[in-house]
């Protein structure tokens, strides 16, 4: 049973392109969290997605960002016009439900650099 | 809402004892303990649900006082390997998870 898979490990991105980062839960997972680290920093939530759901994105920046979590394929987070301040470490997480004493399994996260 | 962690940071010598504390303003439902290495993903620990339990495995123990809303985490003879920055998920409702802004633990020989 594969874990949580990120990818791209690392993203290069010019100011001003578009940065889509993908997420593949665990099998039997449903439910998707996107967090943003910055070097040194903890982890701030971002959105909380179930499959064809959003459920809370009141992490998201209003503009430029969005997330998607199709019926099928993984979870995207999309970056559009990206600027320097994107630059930062996000991590997926999944849970296979949010009933009492589930725990969420992180991928390794994308590295995303804004030049 | 996200948790408060306290200490920021802490630094240990090996079999010395840590306890990492997580506060909420609101009602909580659940808490989650993780760790992550420098570079790396976080790694769970253990899940907390109120009603005041505790767990715990090896030397690494938890409690949840729902009451005051606040977890603790219990670092007992730390080991070299225990380094790392520890978060704090606190679940409100069903449907989300927060973190704290971690604390950093290093443990020196």
């Known amino acids: 049973n594969a874990g949580v898979m990120q990818n791209p490990r690392h993203l290069v991105r010019r100011r001003g392109q578009e940065a889509r980062l993908r997420c593949s839960p665990m099998?039997?997972?449903?439910?998707v969290y996107w967090y943003r680290q910055l070097p040194e920093e903890g982890l701030k939530f971002m959105v909380y997605?179930?499959?064809?759901?959003?459920?809370?994105e009141s992490g998201m920046p209003k503009e430029r960002f969005s997330a998607e979590f199709p019926k099928e394929g993984p979870s995207i987070l999309r970056i559009q016009q990206v600027v320097r301040g994107d630059s930062a470490a996000y991590f997926c997480?999944?849970?296979?439900?949010?009933?009492?004493?589930?725990?969420?399994?992180f991928g390794q996260g994308t590295r995303l650099t804004v030049v | 809402q996200q948790p408060v962690q306290s200490p920021q940071a802490v630094i240990l010598r090996e079999g010395e004892d840590a306890v990492i504390n997580c506060s909420s303003s609101?009602?909580?439902?659940?808490v989650h303990w993780y760790r992550q290495k420098h570079g790396e993903a976080p790694v769970f620990l253990m899940i907390?649900?109120?009603?005041?339990e505790q767990k715990g495995h090896d030397k690494i123990s938890a409690s949840f006082n729902e009451k005051k809303q606040q977890s603790s985490l219990y670092l007992t003879a730390s080991q070299l390997s225990y380094s790392g920055t520890y978060f704090c998920?606190?679940?409100?409702?069903?449907?989300?998870?927060?973190f704290g802004a971690g604390t950093r633990l290093t443990v020196k020989p």
């Open positions: 997480a999944s849970s296979r439900d949010t009933g009492a004493g589930t725990e969420a399994f």
């Open positions: 099998k039997g997972h449903s439910h």
């Open positions: 997605l179930q499959k064809e759901n959003i459920i809370d």
């Open positions: 609101k009602a909580l439902y659940s």
């Open positions: 907390l649900l109120k009603g005041g």
């Open positions: 998920g606190t679940g409100v409702n069903n449907n989300d998870m927060r």
